[in-house]
């Protein structure tokens, strides 16, 4: 093969010119009669910038290699799920923050028929999760630096089942007060109860409490709007509407007292009668206070339910 520049013969396979060192893949430059006098330093140079142009290749296409590499991997790969992070591993009283995806979530969130099991044995449930858990305060232990706050609540509506939930803020909850409550099953406590005898609570380290109502505990299957007064001598009682869930029934009352003294209506002596069959006031809790003595002119709402 003739080289082009210094028009003197050098390998065919060669990509640089043996002699003058040119760049052999360049475009023909049109001879001259006489060829230019190269210096050692330039064909140095010449050489350099060769090898610089040629590496420089190599490394935009090693790029785009990777760079298809890493894209058909990530298409075909499922992404790598996040695991929860267990309470075990942090001093009582620190907060947590669990990052995990909706399915790892939903496997590790206990149902409903799974809350009843971990109610009795809350070490078998242990670092599973519940979610809008419903409570009925009864006993506020309180707070304590490294123990956090401490309450124990009815979890059904018959108040037989008990559960303690530990926060890390400090909360002004009461007894009867209602709660939903997000968290994570840490066991079971042993204590005792006010007769000395032995109790135990499955645990749950609460990562969110918000305040409910009493009908947390038994939710309304069915709403009947009735909006029916009767009234006597001021004394007005009206049926708002009546709610139907699993285990009992729910009246609303809205009372109005404009008899010119103090009047009211009793929360007891009353009965429902459901299915013909009549509760009478033994089977009937009033869920709000029931103001037997009104001042005339006052209006107060109540709830009874069977």
């Known amino acids: 093969m003739i080289c082009p520049y210094c028009k003197k013969e050098t390998d065919v396979n060669s990509r640089f010119c043996g002699n003058c060192g040119k760049f052999l893949d360049l475009p023909e430059i049109p001879a001259k009669n006489s060829a230019p006098k190269k210096n050692a330093k330039g064909i140095i140079i010449t050489v350099l910038g060769g090898v610089f142009a040629a590496f420089v290749i190599f490394i935009v296409i090693g790029a785009m290699l990777s760079k298809s590499d890493f894209s058909d991997k990530s298409s075909t790969e499922e992404k790598e799920e ?4 267990s309470k075990e591993n942090f ?3 620190e907060n947590i923050i669990t990052e995990t995806t909706d399915k790892k979530q939903s496997k590790n969130v206990l149902t409903k028929d799974q ?12 670092g599973k999760k519940v979610e809008a ?8 232990i309180g707070y304590s630096e490294g123990s956090g706050y401490q309450f124990q609540g009815y979890t059904d509506i018959f108040e037989k089942t008990a559960v303690l939930i530990v926060s890390d803020e400090k909360l002004s909850l009461q007894a009867n007060d209602y709660v939903l409550v997000d968290g994570t099953v840490k066991g079971t406590h042993k204590g005792t109860n006010a007769f000395g005898g032995t109790v135990y609570n499955s645990v749950i ?9 009493f009908t947390i505990l038994n939710p309304a299957v069915k709403t009947l709007e009735v909006n029916g007064t009767i009234e006597q001598s001021g004394l007005s009682v009206t049926l708002e509407k009546v709610e139907l869930s699993e285990n009992s029934t729910r009246l609303y009352l809205y009372i109005v007292n404009n008899t010119g003294m103090k009047a009211g209506v009793q929360d007891y002596g009353n009965y429902i009668v459901q299915n013909a069959k009549q509760y009478n006031d033994s089977g009937i809790i ?10 005339t002119g006052t209006v107060q709402e109540a709830v009874l339910s069977s």
């Open 82 to 85: 996040v695991s929860p992070i």
């Open 91 to 93: 001093p009582e009283g």
């Open 115 to 126: 809350v009843l099991g971990m109610l009795m044995d809350g070490e078998a449930y242990k």
């Open 133 to 140: 858990l419903p409570v009925k305060v009864f006993n506020i």
């Open 205 to 213: 380290y609460a990562s969110k409490i918000q305040a409910g109502d």
């Open 286 to 295: 009033s869920e709000t206070i029931i103001n037997p003595s009104m001042v």
